[in-house]
């Protein structure tokens, strides 16, 4: 799918909709009450916690500064009243907020910050702070082909943390994220950096997700 074209953000919206509903995946988003269970190779430090005195701050994500944007011009529908619809909006919110290592607002934000507050804003759901507490929680999803709107998405960036970086899938393999390089963003799982680095994904059951 040809998605690449320089687009204002305004514009963003709804073709990020027409996209998430043309997927072939289900509606539903799942959390397993096993949400304690991890994995024993993620075991390194947080990655997002300044206030964390094991962290590593020397050892930044190293995300690609080649990949291109992301952008797609539609006409925005005006029934934004779905669950599906809500995180897309909140996601477009921050769109192009800056990126900082440990914040967690619209002046700046990092990429478990994003995640968090994506989905306590929309699904009621409570994120663990970093993405490596995140990781340990939802129903692991091993290969990319099984992965459904509004699943997080994992990925090997830094050298002492893993996972060192997560984004919210939203179909089409595209998924949005706070990128170091270029702030929230949208992203592609065939970019060839995210495809090399993907470490599976997380489901969590917070309610249904209505087309």
Known sequence: MKLFSYVKTLLVLAVIILVSFGCSSSNTVRYSKDSDKTDDNFLTEDDSLAVDLNL???????LPEDEPDIKIADVLGSDNS???EKVLMEIIKY??????????????????????TIYKNTLSFNLERSARLQ????IKISDMEDLEFSDLVFFNT??????????????ENLFAHASSKKGVTISSLDHSYYKKRFMGGRRMETEE???
């Open 95 to 116: 769109l192009d907020t800056p990126y900082k290592y440990g914040g967690n607002s619209k002046d700046g934000i990092d990429c478990s910050a994003f995640t968090q």
């Open 135 to 138: 990781y340990k929680q939802g």
């Open 209 to 211: 997700i209505e087309e």
């Open 82 to 84: 779905t669950t599906k």
């Open 56 to 62: 590593d701050l020397s050892d930044p994500s190293d």
């Open 158 to 171: 830094r050298r002492s943390v893993r996972p060192g970086h997560v984004g919210i899938f939203i179909g």
